[in-house]
């Protein structure tokens, strides 16, 4: 199965910025999709940004659009998701995200975020 491993999550301060990155390991499977998901205390998982490995093409949820960037590097199996201007709305618990082998879904184990105002 396809295993993802997250990174760069941290405390910053409102205004500021921080990268997050996921590393897949695909063990001989195709990955179709990468992207970002978060929860925060009390609500439900969201996504944030989806990529499609295939053609780099990109969605993103309204409330981040202008302000996230999400990118791959196929050759590394790895998604970054690139935050700035971080509001304290922000916080939340990012997991990485991958749907393989068109049905097939894996989480990473998540990464705090935390924007202090």
């Known amino acids: 199965q396809v295993q993802l491993v997250e990174s760069g999550g941290g405390l910053v301060q409102a205004g500021g910025s921080l990268r997050l990155s996921c590393a897949a390991s695909?063990?001989?499977?195709?990955?179709?999709?990468m992207g970002w998901h978060r929860q925060a205390p009390g609500k439900q998982r969201e996504l944030v940004a989806t990529?499609?490995?295939?053609?780099?093409?990109?969605n993103y949820a309204d409330s981040v659009k202008g302000r996230f960037t999400i990118s791959r590097d196929n050759a590394k199996n790895t998604v970054y998701l690139q935050m700035n201007s971080l509001k304290p709305e922000d916080t939340a618990v990012y997991y990485c995200?991958?749907?393989?082998?068109?049905?097939?879904?894996?989480w990473g184990q998540g990464t705090q975020v935390t924007v202090s105002s």
């Open positions: 995200h991958a749907r393989w082998a068109s049905i097939l879904d894996s």
């Open positions: 695909r063990n001989g499977f195709s990955i179709n999709t």
């Open positions: 990529t499609i490995l295939s053609d780099g093409s990109t």
